[in-house]
């Protein structure tokens, strides 16, 4: 039986949480529809971003940089602190928990996203219907918005989800690889880190397609056991 499986990722969780329970609060804003981020004392040069709005990231504001330098970007900025930890928690298991109506084969992958095995759980719907009742429910429910990956396995749901966001649902079948997968630039393969990626340009290799069909043996001659994990990962195996 061909495996049926969703990947849900909550979009910008941490800044998204942070604004439902601030309307909730009685704010009247919100932070999610203006350039703004979650970060530390913005009065020290060491804060970070811990989490940033759509409107952030088109400034070119990235997660893990200093407040001070994604306010140079973007000066007119809004800088919010976070919830306390346990609040994200919260927001988390309420997700998990509503998941858990759909099926117990849920693996979790971080704090803000999670894998569904629905195979034995479509009961005559498609797995592109459950993405949709599931993504319509979270908005309802509790607020936010999260984007749905649709695959057959779980790397390529992983993939799909994070295709164009927020509030998106994606499939990547086998059929739509080389189309929608293999034209991604290289950075965009899941388990390729930063410093991977000029080595690859280097190789010639600039998108995922490139990867998939570069001579495996030369890859893990020159990334070793990683060269083995990312070539089958550009391979969807």
Excluded at 97 to 123: G, H, P, Q, V
């Amino acid at each position: 039986m061909e495996r049926q499986i969703l990947h849900i990722d909550v979009n910008n969780a941490f800044l998204s949480w942070t604004a439902v329970e601030m309307l909730k609060a009685g704010e009247t804003l919100d932070i999610r529809t203006i350039p703004a981020i979650i970060g530390g004392d913005e009065t020290r040069r060491a804060g970070i971003v811990l989490a940033k709005s759509m409107l952030a990231k088109k400034y070119g504001i990235k997660t893990g940089e200093t407040i001070y330098s994604a306010k140079k970007k973007c000066p007119n900025l809004k800088v919010y602190r976070g919830c306390e930890y346990r609040v994200y928690r919260e927001y988390s298991n309420k997700l998990y928990n509503m998941l858990l109506e759909y099926t117990d084969k849920i693996e979790r992958f971080s704090i803000d996203e999670c894998f569904l095995d629905m195979t034995e759980y479509l009961a005559g719907s498609t797995l592109l219907d459950k993405a949709k009742e599931i993504s319509k429910r979270v908005k309802e429910e509790f607020g936010f918005t999260v984007n749905i990956g649709v695959a057959h396995n779980k790397l390529l749901a992983k993939m799909a989800s994070d295709f164009e966001k927020p509030d998106k649902i994606h499939t990547l079948f086998e059929n739509e690889i080389e189309n929608k997968m293999w034209t991604l630039p290289i950075s965009e393969l899941f388990m390729i880190g930063r410093k991977t990626v000029p080595k690859l340009n280097q190789m010639g290799i600039k998108t995922i397609g490139d990867l998939a069909k570069a001579d495996k043996k030369d890859i893990i001659k020159k990334f070793g056991k990683h060269g083995s994990l990312i070539w089958e990962y550009a391979n969807r195996n």
